[in-house]
């Protein structure tokens, strides 16, 4: 399975869901494989530093630039999970990995200017490449770095923005802004591998969602 991280802004969190979502994955009994499609680099060095860590199960690691569909095609037949991390704007990588993804995952902050680029990711990148897709890709909208406090509106408001956009499937379960994630990231761990319940919850129910 293809799950492609892709968004057209970045800051989102992005890198830091799709290394969580890996680590998740192998820890689970995946043979998961990390693309990191970002020429930032945030997702090797996250692997770089997970290798350093013997007691963590392996996340394989690879970079890789351009066109890469061919890439994602051929490491579907030797994994169970290939997580792709790409560039948080309108790139080759993102439009080749739409073309190989069964899963399409768009991150969003629930901010105005982030919300405002969902429209264009769809009719600017997502639709033009669907006559090459070769898996037909499901694509989903998920709210990330959301506020914790609950009398907060801006979730439920968020979402129902995005709900309007057609073409992504908003799912209701999100990332908050949590430190644990950030700490994750630095150690090479994910987020179900720090001991925080809450972390881990919201994250085992985005991944439910994905792969329902």
């Known amino acids: 399975m293809i799950i492609l991280l892709g968004s057209y802004k970045g800051g989102c969190g992005k890198s830091t869901l799709a290394t969580s979502l890996a680590a998740m994955l192998a820890g689970n009994g995946g043979d998961v494989v990390l693309v990191d499609a970002d020429k930032q680099s945030t997702a090797s060095t996250w692997a770089a530093d997970?290798?350093?860590?013997?007691?963590?199960?392996?996340?394989?690691?690879?970079?890789?630039y351009g066109n890469i569909r061919q890439t994602l095609l051929d490491l579907d037949k030797r994994y169970s999970h290939v997580v792709v991390d790409c560039a948080g704007h309108d790139s080759q990588e993102l439009?080749?990995?739409?073309?190989?993804?069964?899963?399409?995952?768009?991150?969003?902050?629930?901010?105005?200017?982030?919300?405002?680029?969902?429209?264009?990711?769809?009719?600017?990148?997502?639709?033009?490449?669907?006559?090459?897709?070769?898996?037909?890709?499901?694509?989903?909208?998920?709210?990330?770095?959301?506020?914790?406090?609950p009398s907060v509106t801006e979730i439920q408001d968020a979402q129902a923005y995005l709900a309007q956009v057609s073409g992504l499937t908003v799912i209701v379960p999100c990332i908050h802004d949590r430190k644990v994630y950030r700490d994750a990231i630095c150690a090479g761990k994910g987020a179900t591998e720090m001991k925080n319940d809450k972390a881990s919850t919201e994250l085992v129910a985005v991944w439910e969602a994905i792969n329902g």
């Not at 190989?100 to 768009?106: E, F, N, P, T, Y």
């Not at 105005?112 to 897709?133: F, G, K, S």
């Open 95 to 149: 439009r080749s990995a739409i073309t190989a993804a069964h899963v399409v995952l768009s991150p969003f902050r629930p901010s105005q200017p982030d919300l405002d680029t969902a429209r264009r990711l769809v009719n600017d990148v997502i639709e033009p490449m669907l006559p090459a897709a070769a898996n037909n890709p499901r694509f989903y909208a998920v709210l990330t770095m959301c506020p914790s406090n």
């Open 50 to 64: 997970r290798e350093a860590d013997t007691s963590l199960p392996a996340v394989a690691c690879i970079q890789k």
